[in-house]
Structures are given as structure tokens and as C-alpha cells.
């Protein structure tokens, strides 16, 4: 067998890449590093609706009423255009609400894309939902954070986590920094959106494109992933808006909180440090329960954890029992509404959307004290 | 000057090193999605 390398000048030349490549976070300093805007345009509509999410954050300049921030359940879960349209006629003025969603949960997402987000923009209201996992508290970082996470920038907002999990991070760092220096040596082209591409992404995922929908997911799709079953629901649907409840001594009985959260854990870390951001900006917290399908019979809103003692700061939490939103359907309708266990399809979006708006803007117009 | 040998021996040392650590930090980092045509089949 040949030997692996012809010199030992080669092997040295080989231990030093291998070198360089793992301490790459740390060698390149954070003045030779690209803008953040840089991690968004690297992005593209195949990773995610960050297309969407650079231009709101970097490119529009307005202050925000209330921003949509999470994973796709919450994506999925509200008819932006219809909250911003009921909004505005609240305020007599052109509201500017938005979602700002991505695929994957994690808390450690809504912190570090909410902390770019509030750099550049004034938010009066975030609203999210449980980010902490599908099943089971998630001990792993966001699926994409390699995409967006840098050490030489983020190192700080790992202080207290274990670690396995600082590790984590950096070896994210170490998969997304060369991509993001590449940045640096030519432009990232502004994401296609020519009508062709617009609709080969529409058909790809069954869905009316976000940008038509303030950054909203509108599925068009049946239950299981079935575009083919999709059909507008046109029976009875029980609830009304005087069902949605919001969290006060008065109503806690209405709400059962599952667990106590780990102390260290990574979703108790990032949700903390995110009610953190949102109280330095002065933007009012709202956790919107989004009923999974398992949760039809539930007749108390199931919260894994009591948020606003998890993140150390005031949320409002809001939702409506599950019991009472599907009260009187059959199975095959309620399954009507979700495109999987988790997620809402235009169906159950519409009927959500239309149920927590009135509940929503008057959280807006006085949101806790801090 | 470091003998020829032992030079040797202290280069694949460093080599067999930093493939460990950056073979447990691919480990700890399993859970990252980097297969693009995943993304929305998971959402």
C-alpha cells in the first residue's frame, strides 16, 4: 500500500488545512467578516422564505405593528393580509404586520433572526408560539443554524449553555463561515423571482408564495401532504372569537402547562434570551397557542411551559381550547383544516386567523406592563 | 533542529488529533439539515 501522504512536507501541509479549517471561527476577525445582511443573501427560497426575510429586515424601514416570528406551525397558523387588513381599520392607518417564518423549530431561530430583526426595525408586537420542539424538548440546535449562526458574532449568546452544545455551534461555524466569506469576494445575486420561478415554487410546495402574503404560508394542501385532497371547507365551523382566551389569574384554569423546563436547557436558554431582547426593545410578547390535531379533545389549552416564568419576562399567553375550537366536528372535518398533525392548511388558517384577530388587537392596544 | 522522526511522529500525532475533534464535532452536529430538497417534506 502506498503510503497516504508522498512527504512529510505534505502531511504538515495537510495537518495545517485541517488546522486552519477547525479554528476558522476564531482566526478570521469580526471586522473582516462580510454584513450579517450577507447570511440572509446567501439564502435562497430553497432553504427557506430568507429571500423574504432579508428584504424585511434590511431593505423595508418602517416600524412594524405586529411581526409573525417562528417556525412553520406559526407560519402556517395566521392569514397575515387578514390581521393587517383588521388591524388597519382598528387604527384608521395602513398597519404594517408581517410574518417572518422559516421551516424547523428552535428557539435559538426566533432569538438570533428576532435580534436582526430589532437592529433595524422597531417592532411593537412579536407574536410566537412554542418553538421548543415537535417532539419532545429539541436539545439540538435549529436544523439551519450552521447557515446563520457565527461564532465570531454569536460566541456571547452561548454564555451558560452546556458544552456539547457551545460545541455545536461552533462546529456550525466552522460548516457556514467559508460560504460566507465567499461573500466577500463576489456579490450574491438577488433571489429569482420571475414569474417561471414563482410558480415552479408554488408548485413545489403547494402553497400560495409568501411574498403575496405579507410572508404568510398558505398550504394548499389535504391532510398527510396531499395536495390532491385539498378542498375549500365549507361546512360548519363552531367556534367564535368570544371562545379565545387570553392567560389571567381568571382564565388559568382554561390552561394546563405540561412540564418544568431544565434550567440549562438549550430551548429554556434561547427563549429566556429572547424575552430578554424583546423587553431592551421595549416590543410587547405574545405566545399564541396553535393546536396540533392530537389536542382536538383537549378541553384546557395545553402550554408545555408557563412562558412568561420560563422566559423571565411579561407574555401574553393567548389561545382557544381545543375542545371548544372543534366542538361538534366530525374527525374527517377537523382533518380538513391541517395539511399534517402540526400544521393548518388554508382551511384551518382562514378559521384560526378570523378567531384570535379581535383578541390579538386588543392585545395590541395595551400590552403588559413590563 | 527536531529529528526527522520525530517530527514525523508529531505531525501524524496532530493529524490523528484534529481528525478526532473534527470527527466528534460532526457527531454533536448531526442534527443539521443540509440537504435543501428535505427542507419542506420536515417544515
Known amino acids: 500500500m502506498s503510503p497516504a501522504f508522498s512527504s512529510i512536507k505534505d502531511a504538515g501541509a495537510f495537518a495545517l488545512l485541517l488546522l486552519i479549517i477547525l479554528l476558522l471561527p476564531i482566526l478570521v476577525p469580526k471586522s473582516e467578516l462580510p454584513p450579517r445582511e450577507q447570511i440572509y443573501a446567501t439564502l435562497s427560497w430553497n432553504v427557506g422564505p430568507y429571500p423574504f426575510i432579508h428584504q424585511q429586515i434590511y431593505d423595508e424601514k418602517s416600524d412594524i405593528d405586529i411581526a409573525i416570528i417562528g417556525s412553520s406551525r406559526i407560519w402556517c397558523a395566521i392569514n397575515t393580509p387578514y390581521l393587517q387588513e383588521q388591524l388597519s381599520e382598528k387604527l384608521g392607518r395602513k398597519a404594517v404586520v408581517i410574518s417572518l417564518c422559516w421551516p424547523w423549530t428552535g428557539f435559538d431561530a426566533v432569538y438570533f433572526i428576532a435580534q436582526d430583526l430589532l437592529q433595524h426595525r422597531r417592532v411593537h408586537t412579536l407574536v410566537f408560539t412554542d418553538e421548543s420542539g415537535l417532539y419532545g424538548v429539541q436539545t439540538t440546535p435549529h436544523d439551519e443554524a450552521w447557515r446563520w449562526f457565527r461564532f465570531e458574532d454569536d460566541a456571547d449568546a452561548l454564555e451558560g449553555l452546556p458544552l456539547q452544545a457551545q460545541l455545536t455551534y461552533y462546529y456550525g461555524s466552522i460548516l457556514g463561515l467559508p460560504r460566507n466569506l465567499l461573500s466577500l469576494i463576489r456579490p450574491n445575486l438577488p433571489p429569482d423571482l420571475s414569474p417561471e420561478r414563482t410558480r415552479a415554487l408554488e408548485a413545489d410546495h403547494h402553497w400560495v408564495m409568501p411574498t403575496q402574503n405579507l410572508g404568510a404560508a398558505v398550504m394548499l394542501e389535504g391532510y398527510f401532504n396531499r395536495p390532491d385532497l385539498f378542498e375549500k371547507f365549507t361546512g360548519k365551523l363552531p367556534a367564535s372569537p368570544s371562545d379565545v382566551i387570553s392567560y389571567t389569574p381568571q382564565t388559568a384554569a382554561d390552561f394546563h402547562f405540561e412540564m418544568q423546563p431544565a434550567p440549562s436547557s438549550l430551548q429554556t436558554h434561547f427563549v429566556k434570551k429572547f424575552g430578554a431582547l424583546a423587553q431592551a426593545n421595549h416590543t410587547a410578547l405574545v405566545c399564541l397557542n396553535v393546536p396540533h390535531l392530537d389536542d382536538r379533545e383537549s378541553k384546557k389549552i395545553p402550554e408545555r411551559f408557563f412562558w412568561p416564568e420560563v422566559m423571565e419576562s411579561p407574555v401574553t399567553l393567548l389561545g382557544i381550547v381545543p375542545s371548544v375550537l372543534f366542538k361538534g366536528m366530525s374527525e374527517e372535518d377537523v382533518e380538513k383544516l391541517y395539511w399534517d398533525r402540526h400544521h393548518f392548511n388554508q382551511n384551518g388558517q382562514d378559521y384560526f386567523t378570523h378567531l384570535i384577530t379581535p383578541k390579538l388587537i386588543e392585545i395590541y392596544d395595551t400590552p403588559p406592563k413590563s | ?43
Open chain 2, 1 to 43: 533542529m527536531i529529528p526527522r522522526q520525530k517530527a514525523e511522529w508529531i505531525i501524524y500525532a496532530l493529524i490523528i488529533a484534529l481528525s478526532v475533534i473534527a470527527l466528534t464535532l460532526a457527531f454533536f452536529s448531526s442534527s443539521f439539515a443540509f440537504d435543501n430538497r428535505v427542507v419542506y417534506q420536515g417544515f
